[in-house]
């Protein structure tokens, strides 16, 4: 541009300039806006039992599946171990398999929108029908059975 060239008129470029914010605030994340805690894992601090019944009716068959889970804390870095300590006649062991698949999920997922580490969790009971029970059913049952066992073992934000 030449020196003595006429500048262009700011107000006549056709874009408005963006809005300034009010004096006296700043930019940034509030305290309430912080998402750190969210994704930093659970633990539980004592043990607990929890039961998960998945019943329903589904296009004219029932869905049948109940566990009940005991849960307790493992050392801290110990990480996760499922067991099961129920008979074939309880439940027979494909169910098992997804009725662990769910406690898996759920623990994942985990309480709050967080994962729960460090925790020792045996399936100690549960039932099963002939006709009604299935592989969903089973993961649904573990799932809500964890769920229920964490929320009743004082569950802790940790790290």
Same mark, same amino acid.
């Given at each position: 541009m030449e020196p003595n060239a006429p500048r262009p008129d700011p107000k006549?470029?056709? /874009?408005? =300039? =963006?809005? @300034?914010?009010? @004096?006296?605030?700043?930019?940034?994340?509030?305290?309430?806006?912080?998402?750190?805690? *969210? &994704? @930093?894992? /659970?633990?539980?601090? *004592?043990?607990?039992e929890g039961e998960? &019944?998945?019943? +329903?009716?589904?296009?004219?068959?029932? +869905? #049948? !599946? #109940? %566990?009940? %889970? @005991? /849960?307790?804390?493992?050392? *801290?870095?110990? !990480?996760?171990?499922?067991?099961?300590? /129920?008979?074939?006649?309880?439940? =027979?062991e494909r169910y098992i398999k997804s009725a662990t698949k769910g406690i898996r999920e759920a623990l994942d997922y985990g309480y709050e929108d967080r994962p729960v580490v460090d925790i020792v969790v045996r399936i100690v009971g549960g039932s099963w029908d002939r006709i009604a029970s299935d592989e969903l059913a089973f993961t649904m049952a573990g799932i809500l059975a964890i769920k229920d066992a964490v929320k009743k073992a004082e569950p802790m934000t940790i790290g």
């Open positions: 006549t470029s056709g /874009v408005p =300039p =963006p809005p @300034r914010p009010p @004096r006296g605030t700043t930019a940034g994340l509030s305290p309430e806006d912080d998402d750190s805690s *969210k &994704k @930093r894992p /659970v633990t539980i601090t *004592k043990g607990a998960g &019944k998945f019943i +329903r009716p589904s296009g004219g068959v029932s +869905r #049948h !599946g #109940h %566990v009940i %889970v @005991r /849960v307790d804390p493992n050392s *801290k870095g110990k !990480g996760t171990i499922i067991s099961s300590e /129920v008979t074939d006649d309880m439940i =027979p």
